[in-house]
């Protein structure tokens, strides 16, 4: 493969991850808080080792290896102890019914956000890939919603890169105008 044909794919996957990554990621502000908060419920459950990953370090948005090691660091712990921290999370987020998570509401701030896109294409995409997502678990749990992120950032952003390298590839065939 030549570096000119190497370079537009890279430029596709790059471009691909930032469009995802504005709709499905919250703002920074956002983040920020529930990071903060996140930091706070780690450390009340007695997990203060976990309080200074470099995934919950900073306000901007985590690295990919960072929140793939954060997964499994997460898989250490006990199912009940991250069921709490992660209740004790989101509690300010109008997200849970008691201890349960309130599903419809999940659903409907994600396609908020998925609806407010001016990208035709991904809106298309994520559609999709929710279609085909398992049903969410009433059980609030930070592991499953980084698993359900990753399989709607992974969806979105291969299908939406193989679109933008393919116009970037085609640009200049015969027939083309």
Do not use: Y
């Not at 956000?113 to 997502?133: D, G, P």
Request: aromatic share 2%.
């Amino acid at each position: 493969m030549n570096h000119n044909k190497h370079s537009e794919i890279h430029n596709a996957l790059h471009d691909a991850k930032q469009i995802c990554m504005e709709i499905l990621m919250p703002s920074e502000e956002e983040m920020s808080s529930m990071k903060e908060k996140m930091k706070e419920c780690l450390g009340n459950e007695g997990h203060a080792h976990l309080t200074s990953h470099p995934v919950l370090a900073s306000d901007m948005i985590p690295d990919l290896k960072h929140v793939l090691c954060f997964r499994e660091e997460l898989k250490g712990i006990t199912a009940e102890s991250r069921i709490k921290v992660s209740i004790c999370a989101l509690q300010d987020h109008g997200v849970l019914d008691g201890e349960e998570l309130n599903v419809p509401k999940v659903m409907e701030m994600l396609w908020t956000k998925i609806n407010a896109t001016q990208n035709s294409e991904a809106r298309e995409f994520l559609t999709e890939a929710i279609s085909e997502l398992p049903e969410l678990p009433r059980q609030p749990d930070m592991l499953h919603f980084i698993e359900v992120k990753k399989s709607l950032m992974h969806s979105c952003v291969m299908n939406m890169a193989m679109n933008i390298a393919e116009e970037a590839l085609t640009r200049n065939c015969p027939g083309q105008n």
